[in-house]
């Protein structure tokens, strides 16, 4: 792939449609834990958004656009179960898109975000939830709040894939996936043949 628009279709083509048949029910994890700087609304991570209340979201049918399209990712993968939504399973999975990012793994990515008092990590749902989304040409991120880990692609193909040099036969054609897919993010590093 040689283009890849930042929009919903972009959304849609990398993690599937939104699921009618599921829908946030008492979740508010996104009201509280997302940053939010749309020309509607804004409100940083971590802050409660000003409309919540302990019944929702107070303006939810007058709700700004940012809030009416955003989805997170157990909204649109049939494959993650019930238990995944965030507000049971304690993390968060969302499309992210970072306008300057580092490198190419950073543009566009999957991030798990591991949400604040969450048993996840001993409960072995982070496990369960990283094996699910670790399964296409999408960098995965997790975040347990203190450091940002890359989860996908496994180190020595990420390796490969930042660096110039050439990959080892068993990983050529998967580093050479994700160089091609990635190229318009990285497009000021020479790709190595």
């Not at 019944?55 to 179960?81: K, M, N, Q």
């Not at 306008?99 to 543009?107: G, K, R, S, T, V």
């Not at 094996?131 to 490969?160: I, N, Y």
């Amino acid at each position: 792939m040689t283009d890849l628009p930042r929009n919903a279709d972009l959304e849609t083509m990398l993690l599937g449609p939104v699921l009618p048949a599921r829908d946030c029910g008492d979740c508010t994890a996104c009201c509280t834990h997302l940053t939010v700087n749309s020309p509607d609304f804004a409100k940083p991570a971590g802050i409660s958004c000003t409309h919540l209340t302990a019944g929702g979201c107070a303006i939810h049918t007058v709700r700004p656009h940012i809030c009416r399209t955003w989805f997170c990712v157990w909204r649109r993968r049939a494959d993650l179960p019930d238990a995944a939504r965030p507000d049971r399973s304690g993390l968060l999975v969302s499309l992210s898109f970072v306008d300057h990012p580092q490198n190419c793994l950073e543009a566009v990515f999957i991030n798990v975000r591991l949400l604040p008092g969450s048993d996840a990590l001993r409960n072995g749902m982070a496990a369960a939830m990283l094996d699910r989304l670790c399964d296409q040409l999408v960098p995965v991120w997790f975040s347990d709040g203190q450091q940002k880990m890359l989860m996908h692609p496994a180190t020595d193909v990420a390796r490969h894939i930042l660096s110039d040099t050439p990959a080892p036969v068993h990983l050529a054609a998967e580093v050479a996936a994700w160089r091609e897919r990635y190229a318009l993010f990285d497009a000021d590093r020479p790709t190595a043949t």
